[in-house]
């Protein structure tokens, strides 16, 4: 491992042990530096900011959970979805997520990595599951991108408005309803 890697290495790991610690406002460069014992010159090479830095972060350490692709619509994104709302219910990951999703509301450079390392490859991974699904028929055809809304709006709008969790039956229920809707014409 190189001097650069090393270095990248203990920064991300000083910045995921301090989003464990503090809430989002709380984390700052200079914490991070602290706690890295490196200087804030070395962390601005990389980072341009901490948002950007906290949220790779995150995704080096607690990455979102991937979607299973096992070829059936209903099977894979409901195991997904289970797996997300196990992630965002833990005290930790749970409270970063809804920390910086209030974040990218005000923070440009955060909202663009935030839509470049989690958001897009995973709604993108989510995409190719319904679009296989309106090819065979599973599904209709119509929005892919407003029936992933529909599914995952619901769980972001819990975590985020009604700070209400959802269990899995909850999940279920609502993928249900979500997918009756979107039925292909063979399963109607």
């Given at each position: 491992m190189t001097r650069t890697e090393r270095s990248r290495a203990v920064i991300l790991r000083a910045a995921y042990d301090l989003i464990v610690e503090f809430p989002y406002a709380e984390v700052t460069i200079e914490k991070i530096a602290a706690r890295a014992g490196v200087g804030k010159p070395t962390i601005y090479r990389r980072w341009p900011s901490k948002g950007p830095l906290l949220l790779d972060a995150v995704v080096e350490y607690a990455m979102l959970p991937e979607v299973a692709g096992a070829g059936e619509l209903t099977r894979d994104i409901r195991t997904w979805l289970h797996s997300l709302i196990d992630y965002l219910a833990d005290p930790v990951t749970g409270r970063f997520m809804a920390e910086i999703v209030g974040a990218i509301q005000?923070?440009?450079?955060?909202?663009?990595?935030?839509?470049?390392?989690?958001?897009?490859?995973?709604?993108?991974?989510?995409?190719?599951?319904?679009?296989?699904?309106?090819?065979?028929?599973?599904?209709?055809?119509?929005?892919?991108?407003?029936?992933?809304?529909?599914?995952?709006?619901?769980?972001?709008?819990?975590?985020?408005?009604?700070?209400?969790?959802?269990?899995?039956?909850?999940?279920d229920e609502m993928l249900d309803l979500a997918l009756a809707g979107a039925a292909g014409e063979r399963n109607r």
């Amino acid at each position: 491992m190189t001097r650069t890697e090393r270095s990248r290495a203990v920064i991300l790991r000083a910045a995921y042990d301090l989003i464990v610690e503090f809430p989002y406002a709380e984390v700052t460069i200079e914490k991070i530096a602290a706690r890295a014992g490196v200087g804030k010159p070395t962390i601005y090479r990389r980072w341009p900011s901490k948002g950007p830095l906290l949220l790779d972060a995150v995704v080096e350490y607690a990455m979102l959970p991937e979607v299973a692709g096992a070829g059936e619509l209903t099977r894979d994104i409901r195991t997904w979805l289970h797996s997300l709302i196990d992630y965002l219910a833990d005290p930790v990951t749970g409270r970063f997520m809804a920390e910086i999703v209030g974040a990218i509301q005000i923070d440009a450079e955060l909202a663009r990595a935030w839509h470049e390392r989690m958001f897009a490859p995973i709604r993108e991974r989510n995409l190719v599951l319904v679009r296989a699904a309106q090819q065979s028929g599973e599904l209709r055809a119509g929005s892919p991108d407003l029936l992933m809304d529909l599914i995952v709006g619901q769980v972001w709008f819990r975590l985020l408005v009604t700070k209400r969790p959802l269990s899995h039956d909850e999940v279920d229920e609502m993928l249900d309803l979500a997918l009756a809707g979107a039925a292909g014409e063979r399963n109607r």
